[in-house]
């Protein structure tokens, strides 16, 4: 089983700034895949980004990144220029690398990220 | 239709009611998933399917009963239901072996009278 662990029940950002959302986990698997997901008030959830355990380079999507630190267990999510859209609740799930074949998610309580103009 | 798509997005019923919910996937995907998210708890995994084959049941009681007649197509039928089953119930599906990436559908929003 993994844990997730995102400790910032609420962020606040300005519009056009950078936010750092946290997420910590823990796990004995020796390959393991890092996601990051958003889910607005309508409900559904959005994937974002998407870590290989394995991966060299941190992971980049537009906007998104994600800060990969292994040895510290730590898969922080890095929002670029915040938009007022960017406002939601984001999750952090931790999962089978790309090829296994665990099939589950674990994820955490998330956090809650207001943008304001 | 493009994605995974749910219906209905909201629903009510009485705890005596008989009710389904579906969930239909158009990515070419072989795995599905139901989900459960309640105020103030982290999502749920309810049920596993892959490849129409349930490999998962997550302690769900059985007043849950889910069904999966092929890969693309999932319903969660619900009778006798209580109302701490109130909850957004959301489906999920991913492509197993090719990576673990789960897309999710916009959730129905179940609350049990």
């Known amino acids: 089983a993994q844990k997730i662990t995102q400790t910032q029940p609420g962020m606040f950002v300005q519009e056009k700034e950078a936010v750092t959302l946290d997420c910590t986990y823990d796990t004995s698997d020796p390959s393991y895949g890092l996601f990051w997901y958003k889910q607005p008030s309508s409900g559904e959830m959005i994937f974002l980004i998407y870590?290989?355990?394995?991966?060299?380079q941190n992971a980049t999507e537009g906007r998104y990144s994600l800060n990969f630190q292994k040895a510290r267990k730590s898969a922080n999510l890095v929002i670029s220029a915040s938009q007022l859209g960017d406002s939601a609740m984001y999750f952090c799930?931790?999962?089978?690398?790309?090829?296994?074949?665990?099939?589950?998610?674990?994820f955490g309580r998330g956090t809650q990220l207001t943008v304001w103009p | 239709e493009t994605g995974v798509t749910q219906t209905p997005r909201h629903l009510v019923m009485g705890m005596t009611n008989k009710k389904s919910l579906k969930c239909e996937q158009h990515l070419g995907h072989n795995a599905m998933y139901w989900y459960k998210q309640s105020a103030k708890k982290p999502l749920e995994l309810m049920f596993v399917y892959n490849f129409k084959e349930q490999t998962e049941n997550n302690s769900v009681p059985s007043r849950f009963s889910p069904e999966c007649p092929n890969s693309s197509h999932l319903f969660l039928h619900l009778h006798t239901l209580q109302p701490e089953d109130s909850a957004l119930y959301l489906c999920?599906?991913?492509?197993?072996?090719?990576?673990?990436?789960?897309?999710f559908g916009p959730g129905t929003r179940l609350l049990v009278l």
């Open positions: 999920a599906s991913s492509q197993r072996g090719a990576g673990e990436t789960q897309y």
């Open positions: 799930a931790a999962g089978g690398d790309r090829g296994s074949t665990l099939g589950r998610l674990y």
């Open positions: 870590q290989g355990s394995y991966d060299q």
